[in-house]
């Protein structure tokens, strides 16, 4: 059981290039999350989605789109990096027992936009 | 709005000492409130929730928190630190009021302590 799991572990872009980050979980999960983590804000979130097929848009979504394509995965693109999105992105997923569920979170996705 | 304060960047405590970290909260309905760590380069782990109930909840690595509605507070405590419990603490709040699936997540505070 390897829990929540995210491809890649860190990336360096260039500004105006694309990338995709993949989030598995194998937990059988409905919830899953997409948040950035930038110093001294915590975490915010940016897309979320409670099924497979469905997205929603959360805190801070804007230059990111996102897919659930399969209940396991949620993919975190970004189609046009700047450098106003280096930040640690952390997926994380839950049972989906609305308001008491937990969140398990994978290890990060370290980006440095240059 | 819903908010999350944790008041404290940084708290230094010496092994062995009674540790608190403070966080309270905002919110226009009742809160669900939760605690969640973080070691250097990894993700984040959850330690202890508030759902309803005693006010008092005890979680992982002998960690426990007490809700307290009327200063809207829910601290985070350890009788003895232990070295390894150096971290980065947050808290998270969701308002059964919300209907979004969100946490609201406090900016950290970095646990350090001392041998």
């Known amino acids: 059981n390897a829990g929540v799991t995210q491809t890649p572990k860190f990336r360096v872009l260039k500004t105006g290039q694309s990338m995709t980050l993949l989030c598995a979980q194998d937990?059988?999960?409905?919830?899953m999350y997409w948040y950035r983590q930038d110093p001294g804000m915590g975490l915010r979130l940016i897309h979320y989605?409670?099924?497979?097929?469905?997205?929603a848009k959360g805190e801070v979504p804007d230059g990111y789109n996102v897919s659930r394509l399969k209940k396991q995965n949620f993919l975190l693109g970004l189609e046009s990096a700047a450098p106003s999105q280096t930040s640690v992105y952390f997926c994380?997923?839950?049972?989906?027992?609305?308001?008491?569920?937990?969140?398990?979170f994978g290890p990060g996705t370290r980006l440095l936009v240059l | 709005a819903q908010s999350v304060a944790q008041p404290e960047d940084q708290v230094n405590v010496a092994e062995g000492n009674p540790l608190t970290v403070k966080c309270t909260y905002s919110?226009?309905?009742?809160?669900?409130l939760f605690w969640y760590v973080q070691y250097p380069n990894r993700g984040l782990q959850f330690l202890l929730k508030?759902?309803?109930?005693d006010n008092l909840v005890k979680g992982s690595y002998g960690f426990e928190a007490e809700f307290n509605k009327s200063q809207t507070s829910f601290h985070l405590k350890k009788p003895s630190a232990l070295v390894s419990d150096s971290a980065l603490y947050f808290c998270?709040?969701?308002?059964?009021?919300?209907?979004?699936?969100?946490?609201?997540w406090g900016a950290g505070t970095k646990l350090i302590i001392k041998p």
């Open positions: 989605s409670v099924g497979e097929g469905t997205t």
């Open positions: 508030y759902i309803t109930g």
């Open positions: 919110v226009s309905g009742n809160p669900y």
């Open positions: 994380a997923s839950s049972y989906g027992q609305v308001y008491q569920e937990t969140q398990y």
């Open positions: 998270a709040v969701r308002d059964l009021m919300d209907s979004n699936y969100q946490l609201i």
């Open positions: 937990m059988n999960h409905e919830y």
